[in-house]
Every structure is written in structure tokens, then in C-alpha cells.
């Protein structure tokens, strides 16, 4: 520590600062950050025009049917993608775009939750 040579007050422990707060900062400006984001795109949820409405979720339906998923137009991303998507594309259109905005978020939730340990040295190291 920098300060190893300043005095201290007898029978004061010394502690270490508390990432308690940074955490409910951090809680917090995810929930807002989550709460804006759905807010903002439920028009588009309901029926608007995203690449997992024009292109993905076509695409995995039409796998669905046998076909090749390049018979989308405008599809000009490797197949991986449709392929994954393919349980989500048993949905009716409105329910997939749902279960897709609920899925990408919680991933996107659970890898900040990973770097957050990963940066602070406490949990499992990431990999």
C-alpha cells in the first residue's frame, strides 16, 4: 500500500474498500439499461423489421421446410446462425422474436456478469 507509513489510530482496523457499491451501481444501470432497451423495442417486437425478422428467422424456416436457407433474399451471412435458431424458429413469428430478445439478453447479461469476476479477481477466472 501507498500509505504503510502514516500513522493509525490504535484499535482501528484497516480494511480494504467494499466492491458492495460498485455492484449495486453496476445492478442497477443494467436494470435501467433493460428497462429502456424493452421499452424502446417493443414496436419492433411486436412486428418490426430487424436482421432476426428479415433474415435468421426466415431462414431457419425455411430449413424447417427442407429448403436451402439462401432462398431468403437478401442473405448473404453463413448459414451457422439459422442453423442455431432452429428450435426459437418452431415459434410463430411474434412469440420467436420474444423468445430471441429474452435469450440475447440474458447471454448478454451472464458474459458482463463473467468479466465483472473476471476484472474484480473474484469467482471463477474467466476462460
Known sequence: ???EGLPRAPG???TEPSL???GVLLA???LGYAGVHVLLLLP???GGLSDFGAFYY????AILAGRSP???AGLIYPPLLPFLILPVALLP?????IVWFALSHLFAAVAGVRVWRGLRGGGEPLR
Open 1 to 3: 500500500m501507498a500509505d
Open 12 to 14: 482501528v482496523p484497516v
Open 20 to 22: 458492495c457499491g460498485y
Open 28 to 30: 442497477a444501470l443494467i
Open 44 to 46: 419492433a417486437l411486436r
Open 58 to 61: 426466415p431462414a431457419a424456416r
Open 70 to 72: 439462401y432462398v431468403v
Open 93 to 97: 413469428a411474434t412469440s420467436a422474436r
